[in-house]
Every structure is written in structure tokens, then in C-alpha cells.
């Protein structure tokens, strides 16, 4: 499993596994088609996630040392 917990755990994020990712990459099932509109809106909260998973990535490897 690949997520966090605390405040920004997502109930929704957490159905989906890496096998689940898999099987839709290679399949093309259950694929979505978004306007460039909603694309363009999803770019921030998109790059939040990633800077909020960089920052839990960097405070587990700095609670190891």
C-alpha cells in the first residue's frame, strides 16, 4: 500500500490499488474523457497531491536516519 494517513488521507484514493492501475493500463477500460477546461482546473490540485506526497516521502526518510 502506497498511501498515508492523517489529514489527507482520501477514502475514495484508497480503493485504488496498483493492480487496479495495471489492469486499466493495459486494458483502456473504464477510460475518461475530460475537456480541456477540466484539465486545465485539475493542474493545481493535481500538483498539490504531488507536493504533499514529496513532503510525507521526505519526512518518513528523514524520520528513518
Known amino acids: 500500500k502506497f498511501y498515508f494517513g492523517g489529514e489527507y488521507l482520501c477514502r475514495d ?3 485504488n490499488t496498483l493492480e487496479k492501475v495495471l489492469h486499466v493500463l493495459k486494458t483502456g477500460e473504464n477510460e ?3 475537456s480541456a477546461d477540466v484539465c486545465e482546473r485539475a493542474v493545481k490540485p493535481l500538483d498539490k497531491m504531488l507536493e ?3 513532503a510525507a516521502e521526505r519526512s518518513e526518510n ?3 536516519k
Open 13 to 15: 484514493m484508497k480503493l
Open 32 to 34: 475518461m474523457t475530460l
Open 52 to 54: 504533499l506526497a514529496k
Open 62 to 64: 528523514h524520520d528513518r
